[in-house]
């Protein structure tokens, strides 16, 4: 049996308890009626997802702006799949199943979690067949951290993440993931650090590199352009990076540094001129 990636449900009854202070009989109805009902003590995510809900309602998180995001994973092939800014929970769900048939996850592809108005993490361990999702987070790096404990937690010992997707993420974009923590002994140019773009029209590529040794790169055009972050180094003329998180990459080349918003890098893709996000 493959192990639970979902956090005790006891957090969550624990959550309810301290989030939700003095409702009244109508709220409290209202909220039962708007929230998915638990199909019974052997359909834990189900039961988890239920309290999130009503935690959620009765701080009054649920109005009219929701939106949701989902995350779904095979435990044939531990690929996953994600979907963001959806309008209902139900769609959130249908359209992650679907992105991680898509990615090839096979027929057994399942919603094992949904978050309002946060952002959710899912972490895999394909080797050992594990992985892990975080609960709902403020932050895609709350997110990232939360899911790669659970993945550990569940066996886990080659643990990627793979997404952070939030609920308010524009459907038409690929999601962003946060950037890595800072990894020591990697050699940065400090000319390099921060946030750069280029234009991809309609919209624009974004690659953010931290003094830390660590990036991440998202698209923000229509195009679906894979996330990725990971480690990078760069110093006197030359980089390397190796993506650990979202999808599988590497590359390499050379800079030249022009003025302090303009570099050049030469990479796998040809050449390029990053301008500073202002």
Avoid at 130 to 145: D, F, I, K, Q, T
Avoid at 193 to 211: A, K, L, Q, T, Y
Wanted: aromatic letters at 6%; a neutral charge.
């Amino acid at each position: 049996m493959a192990p639970q990636s979902q956090p005790p449900l006891a957090i969550f009854v624990l959550a309810v308890s301290v989030g939700c202070g003095t409702v009244g009989s109508a709220a409290a109805d209202s909220c039962s009626e708007r929230c998915p009902v638990p199909l019974g003590m052997n359909d834990p995510v189900t039961a988890t997802q239920s309290q999130l809900c009503l935690a959620n309602c009765r701080r009054g998180v649920l109005g009219g702006g929701d939106s949701y995001a989902a995350v779904a994973i095979s435990e044939t092939t531990y690929r996953a799949g994600v979907a963001y800014g959806e309008p209902s929970r139900e769609q959130a769900e249908r359209n992650a199943v679907a992105s991680c048939r898509q990615n090839n996850g096979g027929a057994d592809c399942k919603s094992v979690h949904w978050v309002a108005n946060s952002c959710v993490g899912i972490a895999i361990s394909r080797d050992d067949k594990a992985y892990g999702v975080s609960g709902p987070e403020n932050s895609r790096l709350a997110a990232w951290h939360s899911a790669l404990e659970y993945c550990r937690k569940f066996g886990g010992r080659h643990c990627s993440v793979m997404a952070t997707p939030c609920s308010k993420d524009d459907s038409r974009r690929a999601s962003a993931l946060p950037l890595p923590p800072p990894r020591a002994g990697l050699k940065i140019d400090p000319q390099l650090v921060g946030e750069w773009f280029i234009d991809m029209n309609p919209g624009r590529w974004i690659w953010e590199i931290g003094s830390g040794g660590t990036y991440q790169f998202h698209s923000e055009a229509p195009d679906l352009a894979p996330t990725h972050a990971g480690l990078i180094s760069a110093a006197d003329g030359k980089w390397t990076l190796n993506a650990t998180a979202g999808v599988a990459d590497s590359d390499g080349g050379t800079y030249q540094i022009l003025g302090r918003d303009k570099v050049t890098m030469t990479g796998k893709l040809g050449t390029a001129t990053w301008r500073r996000v202002q």
